[in-house]
Structures are given as C-alpha cells and as structure tokens.
C-alpha cells in the first residue's frame, strides 16, 4: 500500500531508468458506454492535498475526526496563494491558460507540483523534505525554487523535481529543459541549499534532520552533492490516445502509446544541451492525459466546493 494508493487510478506503463511513463485507461457506465477516468483521477490528485500543503508529518498524523477540516484548511491555504486564486478564477469562469502564457509563474496554479507530489509519493517512495505551500517567503507567495523537494530515506537520495501542466507535450518539455537550465547552476544551487537549510531546521521532525542539512551546508563539493541528488522532470499534458481509444489494453492502443512516449523522450534527448549533463541524474516522467484543461477545471472546481464547506 502507498500513501495515496494512487495506483488504483494511475497506472505506471513505463517503467525505465531515466523515463517513467504514466496514464489513465477507461471504464464502463450503466449503459456500458465507455469514459475516461477523470473525476476518480481528481480525487487522487486531490487525497494528496493535505500532505502537499502542510508536509509529511501534519498528513501522517491527522486522525480521522480532523481529517474534514485539515482538507478545509489546505483547500483554504492553497487560495491563499496568488497564482492558485487567479487561475481558479480564470477556469470557475469558463476559461483557460494557453501554453504560451507570459506570466509563466501564473502556470503554478495549475496544480502540476500537486501532481508531482503525489506521483514521488506514491511510485517513488519518497518524502517531503519540506512544504513549499507551508514555507511561504510571504502570504500570498511560493517558494519559488524547484517544485519539489523530497528525499528517498533508504538511498539517501534529494530529489528536486520540476513539473509542468500543457496542452503541447513538446512545449512542456521545452519548459521543463529551460528549468534545468535555469536552475541547476553552480551559484543558483548553493544559494538553493542554504534556502532549503533553513526552511528544514524550522520544520517538524524531519526526516533525517541532521544528515541532510549537512549534505545541504556550504563547503561540500558540488559534484558529491549531484550524486545524490534525482531531478525527476514531470510534464503533465493532453494527448489523442483517449480519444483514438477507449480501451488501454487494446494492443493497437498500446503501440500508440509508446511510441508517442519514445518519440517525446527522442525529442527531450535532441534538446537537452545542458553542459553538467553528465552530472544530472534526469528522470523525465511523462503523465498523458485526456485533457489537460478539462482536468484542471476539476480540481479548481472541487477545491472551490471543499474551501466553501468551511464558511
């Protein structure tokens, strides 16, 4: 059992070193008709909401007469958060984000490191270190810095992941290159470190509190630091295989699928330049689903209905 069981929905299709691939099948109706799992797939993503705003411990140890207001609580901060709020209000009103966005911070609010948090949970067996939600730098702002930080305790392993929510896999891709870019710079990474330092000493029990502020203190070689450090890259994105198919077993389905994951890995390959890169354990994890608008649509409308339950 994982900590959202999130395999019930989402199944892990490919599973290779430095690519992992993910999807949603289909189900049948009274009539026998046959839809895509979208609203079981929104309650997976949503389970891990609280854990995702309030961090590993909080979650673990919410008993089941606060589960309510804990989710209540965390619908609440989440819109507390300037991108969340202003593209709730932009889906609740019947519109959406295009890939090509200039405010690419807005592109935040769309949920994809809630995505990334549940898919290291549940398929990487991994912990938060921190919660970028909890750690704001002030109320209404995230942590900027990578969507996510977690650690895998048997390997000792960081993982600092970056996500992305698109319409177009090649430009989510493009994004995602463009992070690593950003991002993993020697002085960009030092000034990381020390951030993350002092956000974990101010955290409740975390895991392996000493080890991992001295992996994370300055002085240490970057090159021991990138060995154990995993940069799993997730692009979440809407993909025709659900509306060609509508059965994930049919073996006509699953050629389609694949090769339309290996050519977006080939592709991620062309364009991955970075001069660290044989430095930089990549995992490019790739999330198809039927439709990326429609989908967070959901989760906003949701998230709104649970924050309205609280008054």
């Known amino acids: 059992m994982t900590p959202f069981n999130s395999q019930k929905v989402i199944e892990e299709r490919i599973k290779q070193i430095n690519l992992r691939s993910y999807l949603v099948g289909f189900d049948i109706n009274d009539s026998g008709s046959t839809f895509y799992r979208i609203d079981p797939l929104v309650m997976t993503i949503l389970s891990a909401l609280h854990e ?24 609440k901060s989440v819109y507390k958060i300037d991108e969340y709020k202003k ?7 019947s519109g959406s984000i295009e890939d090509d966005i200039a405010d690419k911070y807005i592109k935040r609010g769309e949920f994809g ?3 990334l948090h549940l898919i290291l949970r549940d398929f990487h067996n991994t912990l938060p270190l921190l919660s970028k939600i909890y750690f704001k730098d002030s109320i209404g702002h995230t942590v900027h810095g990578f969507d996510a930080v977690h650690i895998e305790p048997v390997s000792k392993t ?9 319409l177009d896999p090649k430009k989510g891709i493009s994004e995602l290159i463009n992070d690593v870019e950003e991002h993993f710079k020697i002085d960009y990474l030092n000034a990381e470190f020390t951030l993350i330092s002092k956000k974990i000493k ?5 895991p392996l509190l000493d080890y991992w502020l001295d992996v ?7 090159s021991d630091k990138l060995n154990s450090i995993n940069i799993p890259l997730l692009c979440t994105y809407s993909c025709d295989s659900f509306t060609k198919f509508d059965d994930e077993k049919n073996s006509e389905f699953c050629q389609y699928y694949e090769e339309k ?10 364009k991955y330049k970075h001069p660290l890169k044989g430095h930089l354990n990549i995992i490019l994890l790739l999330f198809p689903v039927s439709n990326k608008t429609e989908l967070v649509k959901k989760l906003h409308q949701k998230l709104s209905l649970i924050q309205q339950i609280g008054g």
């Open 87 to 93: 593209v709730k209000d932009i889906y609740c009103n």
């Open 113 to 115: 490191e809630l995505i």
């Open 216 to 222: 994370l203190s300055a002085g240490g070689k970057l």
């Open 52 to 75: 995702f705003a309030y961090g590993y411990h909080e979650g673990k140890t919410t008993n089941n007469t606060e589960t309510l207001s804990k989710i209540i609580d965390a619908a």
């Open 158 to 166: 960081l993982w600092l992941g970056e996500s992305k929510l698109y």
């Open 261 to 270: 994951i290996k050519s977006l890995k080939k592709y991620f390959d062309s």
């Open 202 to 206: 101010h955290s409740k029990e975390t």
